[in-house]
């Protein structure tokens, strides 16, 4: 069974940081790209972070630019997202997506999805 599980949410202050994680199982995240995005309450899914196939190359979404990070660890078959300078409008249930052998991570095209973890960020 392929699956993706995320973990690392919770409640920060503005101006703070967090390190989700997003571990595979079932599959090697060698073959995929992998991509982070974000759901804000009454809003749609968006991407926010990816990580393509096959040079692994990294792009952000504006809004995160700067603040956000995708290392990973292949030993482990996980991917973070290290988010710093936390700001309110970060606040939404965060999402891992995997894209089979893929130049960006398409919403749409994600094969697997792991179940989400809450980032709230208020004082």
């Known amino acids: 069974q392929l699956q993706l599980v995320e973990s690392g949410g919770g409640l920060v202050e503005p101006g703070g940081s967090l390190k989700l994680s997003c571990a595979a199982s079932?599959?090697?995240?060698?073959?995929?790209?992998i991509g982070w995005f974000r759901q804000a309450p009454g809003k749609g899914r968006e991407e926010i972070s990816c990580?393509?196939?096959?040079?692994?190359?990294?792009k952000y979404a504006d809004s995160v630019e700067g603040r956000f990070t995708i290392p990973r660890d292949n030993a482990k078959n996980t991917v973070y997202l290290q988010m710093d300078s936390l700001m309110p409008e970060d606040t939404a249930i965060y999402f891992c997506?995997?894209?089979?052998?893929?130049?960006?991570?398409?919403?749409?095209?994600?094969?697997?999805w792991g179940q989400g973890t809450k980032v709230t960020v208020s004082s």
């Open positions: 997506g995997a894209v089979w052998r893929a130049l960006a991570c398409v919403r749409t095209y994600v094969d697997v």
């Open positions: 990580i393509n196939y096959p040079d692994r190359t990294t």
């Open positions: 079932g599959f090697t995240l060698d073959n995929y790209a």
